[in-house]
């Protein structure tokens, strides 16, 4: 369960929300409306702990795990796929554990390592970062052209893949369908039918 306690926001000078108190149930699907410049996004910052309140408190259960997409998609040289792989933080530690791990000849802790990797079906994560990519509506053969290549609409593709990528008990998204087309929106539709935590969704 996540509270919202009497919870004030502010830019700059500017009063976004005042005394604000909501109660969110895990699994619960929530939609957040309002025109630009209310407010959604800058909630959304405060509960990833990006913001401070200028007044109350949001309380949320020890070790939540949260996910968000990111507003921006700098231009990189790093390839789709890796950028959706980056998502999986601790996939992409354990990788680089793994390699140091190798490299000292540590075999005992190579083992507890792969018996880590096993429990996040590790050996999995590339494939279900491609099928992220081909449901978001990217060919075969542009999963390994680098970020930079792709326009603003498919960079926001890429964003919302690398935060369905991300393991999340609570999965904020802000405005996701932008940039989509219908045979998009109607397989994420799909997926977050089967998401299994809790979701808070912007939209205008």
Not at 21 to 48: D, Y
Not at 78 to 96: K, M, P, T, W
Request: charged residues 25%; negative net charge; aromatic residues 6%.
């Amino acid at each position: 369960m996540i509270s919202l306690n009497n919870i004030m926001l502010m830019r700059g000078s500017q009063i976004l929300l005042r005394n604000v108190s909501v109660v969110i149930h895990k699994g619960q699907r929530t939609g957040i409306i309002g025109r630009n410049g209310c407010g959604k996004t800058s909630l959304f910052r405060a509960l990833s702990g990006e913001i401070a309140l200028e007044e109350g408190e949001i309380e949320m259960p020890n070790g939540l795990r949260s996910s968000s997409m990111a507003q921006e998609t700098p231009g990189s040289k790093r390839s789709a796929l890796d950028f959706i792989l980056d998502g999986h933080n601790e996939f992409r530690q354990l990788e680089q554990s793994i390699q140091k791990a190798e490299a000292d000849g540590d075999d005992l802790g190579l083992a507890e390592l792969f018996g880590k990797l096993e429990e996040i079906d590790g050996y999995d994560i590339s494939h279900r970062a491609e099928r992220l990519l081909s449901g978001l509506g990217f060919a075969v053969d542009e999963f390994d052209q680098p970020v930079s290549s792709f326009s603003g609409g498919w960079r926001v593709r890429l964003n919302l893949a690398a935060a369905l990528m991300c393991p999340s008990d609570l999965l904020m998204l802000d405005e996701p369908t932008n940039h989509l087309d219908l045979e998009a929106t109607v397989w994420l539709e799909q997926w977050l039918q089967n998401y299994q935590g809790t979701i808070l969704l912007i939209s205008h």
